[in-house]
């Protein structure tokens, strides 16, 4: 692993294994994720499908341990991710959430030097490795000219691309996105699912689209009821029969011309 002391470190771990055991969460009485298990390789994107209430977004919030599961545990790299120091996890896993910063008094610039905390001491200020990491992560989002602006007053969009460029800032191996296209027009989309393959790290994320998560996704895991009900290639898993029992839609599945991923369409 790169140095991570003073300064922070500028390429960050490589891409590490992602697994969860029997990962249950019960709350109110209610069972909101029912003993799914997944193995997410190093540098393989998965993505986390299903319908509304299916559990996608409280199982990515146990992995970066926002919520700590009722039963089951999350490893990485085979260590339970509840038994290290917070720092250190935050140095090897970055997350990308739905909720955005309180509206602070932050600049972009402030939003996106978050994600260079957990390589600091305690008030360590920015360096120019720090700085040059902040302006290259919002660069890559194309919102380098947002970088003096508040964050408060951003579009939807521009935020989202904040956040992206935060996690991007923050120099793990392994990503945990929860949505990540979710306010961004159909350009921002694809570049910044691009990008995500283009890093090269381990990453989950929580998807609508299906048509997204098929063309820039290695496996799908199908929640449904808090249950995980299919998993495998998109090619394997993007079914009628799927698609009616999970969503209850009636749809044909075709290979893209290009791509030969599969493609969705709704029928009426």
């Not at 990962?23 to 393989?44: F, I, K, N, Y």
């Not at 600091?120 to 990491?133: E, T, V």
């Not at 191996?173 to 979710?182: C, S």
Request: glycine fraction near 10%.
């Amino acid at each position: 692993m790169a140095d991570e002391t003073e300064g922070g470190t500028v390429n960050g771990p490589g891409p590490s294994r992602l697994r969860a055991e029997e990962v249950s969460v019960v709350a109110g009485g209610r069972t909101l994720v029912d003993a799914v298990s997944l193995d997410v390789a190093p540098g393989e994107v998965v993505a986390l499908v299903g319908p509304n209430g299916a559990g996608k977004s409280t199982l990515l919030r146990t992995f970066y341990r926002a919520l700590r599961p009722t039963s089951g545990r999350v490893l990485l790299d085979g260590d339970d991710i509840w038994r290290m120091p917070g720092k250190h996890l935050a140095r090897r896993l970055a997350a990308v959430l739905q909720e955005a910063p309180g509206d602070f008094e932050l600049t972009v610039y402030d939003v996106v030097a978050m994600g260079r905390s957990p390589h600091k001491r305690a008030f360590q200020g920015d360096d120019a490795g720090d700085r040059d990491i902040i302006t290259g992560s919002l660069a890559e989002l194309e919102a380098a000219h947002l970088v003096d602006a508040p964050f408060e007053r951003l579009s939807g969009g521009e935020k989202q691309r904040v956040l992206i460029a935060r996690a991007l800032a923050q120099r793990t191996g392994t990503l945990v996105l929860d949505e990540p296209t979710n306010h961004l027009d159909l350009r921002h989309q694809i570049d910044a699912l691009h990008l995500v393959r283009r890093l090269g790290v381990t990453a989950v994320i929580a998807l609508h689209d299906l048509n997204l998560a098929a063309a820039f996704c290695d496996r799908l895991h199908v929640l449904h009821g808090g249950r995980l009900v299919a998993a495998g290639p998109p090619a394997d898993i993007l079914t009628p029969g799927l698609l009616a029992e999970v969503y209850r839609v009636e749809a044909e599945v075709h290979a893209h011309p290009r791509t030969g991923a599969p493609q969705i369409t709704v029928l009426p």
